[in-house]
């Protein structure tokens, strides 16, 4: 398989983010995954969002002058998972939610990015799990259609707190909305007791993977501490066909677990 390497702008929150673009090239990697978390990251969606056209456009020139491209924007409307969830009962946040993504879309356009990552939704204690997941496959199905006239990719990523908080749920999802793709993370999963093996399924539908070193107790540890069979993940990406990015994902500035899966998946390919 061809290696794609990125790494998360907000893997490095300490820093401005031209430097954290530029630490990024420094380590030889060529993609960046863009949070746009509101309240938690560099660049957020009340802000940039205020005109697509030009913050879309200087960030594009700045990963340019990096030698960087966009491999994900990863577009998160809250700081909890149920006030601006896509699926949320109240009609005038899921139409706020709806709003956001097409402006997410124009603002990939403006800075060439091709994939976008968005939350799956929740469930809500006043109604039956199965309503909540009716209207977060009406509202996806109707992203994956915005994003296909874009030429643009949409995946959501399975996560700990979300509707897809199992491999049986995130499979049902994806199942359910066709041309939905996955962001894929085995560190929601096998910390919460998950075997690696009951995740392996869901590569056939990644379209965007977050590397992390993972074991039974944490879902982001370091290489020495890992557990996942790393080239049994890689052999299964290379018999589906995976194509897309690798992003180094390690939160709180951790420069040393980034270098050191960077040059063990490079060792892995070689």
């Not at 149920?82 to 356009?109: G, M, T, W």
């Not at 199965?130 to 915005?146: G, I, K, N, Y």
């Not at 096998?190 to 995740?199: D, L, M, N, Q, T």
């Not at 080239?231 to 990015?245: K, R, V």
Request: charged content about 20%; aromatic content about 8%.
């Amino acid at each position: 398989m061809q290696l794609k390497l990125a790494c998360a702008d907000f893997t490095f929150p300490i820093l401005p983010h031209e430097q954290v673009l530029a630490l990024i090239s420094m380590l030889g990697l060529k993609g960046v995954d863009i949070g746009l978390f509101e309240d938690r990251s560099h660049l957020q969606p009340s802000t940039e969002f205020e005109n697509v056209q030009r913050s879309g456009r200087a960030l594009g020139q700045k990963l340019a002058d990096n030698g960087l491209v966009a491999a994900d924007l990863f577009l998160q409307l809250a700081l909890d998972y149920e006030s601006r969830a896509v699926n949320n009962p109240q009609p005038e946040i899921r139409d706020h939610a709806r709003d956001a993504f097409l402006k997410v879309l124009d603002y990939a356009a403006e800075c060439n990015g091709k994939h976008v990552t968005g939350l799956p939704g929740a469930f809500f204690d006043h109604e039956p799990k199965p309503d909540s997941t009716a209207r977060a496959a009406e509202e996806l199905a109707w992203r994956v259609e915005q994003a296909q006239t874009c030429d643009v990719v949409f995946a959501i990523e399975p996560h700990i707190g979300s509707l897809a908080n199992t491999p049986e749920r995130a499979a049902a999802l994806v199942q359910a909305v066709p041309g939905l793709t996955l962001t894929l993370d085995y560190g929601h999963f096998v910390p919460r007791g998950f075997a690696a093996a009951e995740v392996d399924p869901l590569l056939q539908h990644a379209t965007h993977f977050h590397v992390r070193g993972v074991n039974s107790q944490s879902g982001g540890t370091s290489l020495a501490d890992n557990e996942l069979d790393w080239p049994h993940i890689l052999n299964i990406m290379d018999q589906t066909g995976y194509n897309g990015w690798l992003e180094l994902e390690f939160g709180g500035n951790n420069l040393t677990d980034t270098v050191e899966f960077r040059d063990y998946l490079r060792t892995l390919v070689a």
